[in-house]
């Protein structure tokens, strides 16, 4: 699709310049550099928070424009006059102070104005218990667009309970120029990369820790901050405390099998893939994923994906899986991922939408 005008975007993100214990980094890195590429305007708005000023792998962006600030105070001083003139402002989930933010935004904004949940099934859970610090649910009617990270049912309750305008499943992306298959040598049998929280550790357990010390001469390994000091990893898991983005690719494609397991939330909703999914399947190396409903409408079970629901189902993968049927299902997933879930066709179907709103077209 080719926009029909150049868009002066503003987006308010958790962030950009870092990726420590956070997944957004990457989406927004890829999202953001495809709409300058597009040549649309993009300002990046982000709070400066200490924990991420300690590890800024993106310090600055060499795409679009972005600026830090401190506070609400500095942020309404400094930007009103951008979110006032933007042509889209999006403001993102588990941005700090979100719903001031949110506020704000909807009373200053003069184009479109969006909400991209990164994190949908787990908003929805923490508005259920009147916990969610970024969202509550007042503010969704005024979000002109609702950027899903899951789709399915989940869409439905947003517009119909919850009177979301216009709720769209817009998914986890990749950034095809970072993410390919190399010939790296296969150093690890089976790895895992996320941030630690505690409802995945036991799934974690079952399908990477117990096939680790059934096959104690093959090497496994978890990458991701923020677990436990006392968590009792088996001799041949290695522990990777921190990956920034760049050593992504290289970390997937030594792996023969990537392991994926989804929050629980996520798996509750289902039509929640992550972006590590098509990240792996962009470098060519097959996931081994915990199911969820929905699954099967990005990857094709068997032939694009493994499932696996125990630590049997794991290692039945690693005994069937030689270097051919490797590459076949990491080519096939591969191919699925580039025809469909690039940064491209996020942009492309972002610009879609806001002409949606503009014109009043219904879904």
Same mark, same amino acid.
């Given at each position: ?86 042509? #889209? ?68 309750? #947003? +517009? ?118 098509? +990240? ?84």
């Amino acid at each position: 699709m080719t926009s029909p005008r150049r868009l002066r975007v503003v987006v308010l993100g958790l962030s950009i310049t870092s990726s420590w214990g956070n997944g957004h980094a990457t989406n927004f890195r890829a999202l953001v550099r495809a709409m300058a590429g597009r040549g649309h305007d993009v300002l990046f708005l982000e709070r400066d928070v200490p924990w991420y000023a300690e590890h800024r792998d993106l310090p600055d962006p060499p795409y679009g424009r972005t600026a830090l600030y401190g506070s609400l105070e500095q942020l309404r001083d400094e930007h009103a006059a951008a979110v006032a003139d933007a042509d #889209l402002v999006v403001v993102g989930s588990y941005v700090p102070e979100g719903v001031e933010v949110g506020r704000w935004v909807q009373g200053t904004a003069g184009g479109v104005r969006a909400f991209y949940d990164i994190d949908t099934p787990v908003t929805l859970a923490a508005l259920r218990r009147g916990e969610c610090d970024y969202l509550v649910p007042e503010l969704i009617p005024g979000y002109d667009l609702y950027l899903s990270f899951t789709g399915g049912p989940t869409l439905d309750h #947003l +517009e119909q309970a919850l009177g979301s305008p216009a709720a769209r499943a817009f998914y986890c992306l990749v950034d095809e120029t970072a993410y390919a298959p190399t010939q790296a040598e296969r150093t690890w049998t089976l790895g895992y990369l996320a941030t630690w929280s505690a409802d995945r550790q036991p799934v974690l357990d079952e399908l990477l820790v117990e096939p680790a010390r059934g096959r104690p001469g093959e090497a496994f390994v978890v990458a991701g901050p923020q677990y436990p000091p006392d968590i009792a990893w088996p001799t041949n898991v290695e522990r990777i405390a921190h990956l920034p983005p760049a050593e992504h690719a290289a970390f997937y494609n030594a792996q023969r099998l990537t392991l994926n397991v989804t929050r629980s939330d996520m798996v509750r909703a289902g039509w929640s893939p992550s972006v590590r999914l098509f +990240e792996a399947a962009a470098c060519g190396v097959p996931v081994v994923s915990d199911w969820w409903e929905g699954l099967d409408a990005f990857f094709t079970p068997g032939q694009e994906i493994l499932v696996a629901r125990s630590a049997a189902d794991v290692v039945a993968h690693l005994d069937a899986v030689d270097e051919g049927r490797r590459a076949e299902i990491g080519e096939a997933a591969r191919r699925r991922v580039l025809a469909e879930h690039t940064a491209e066709h996020r942009v492309d179907e972002l610009e879609e939408h806001v002409e949606h709103v503009r014109t009043g077209a219904r879904r």
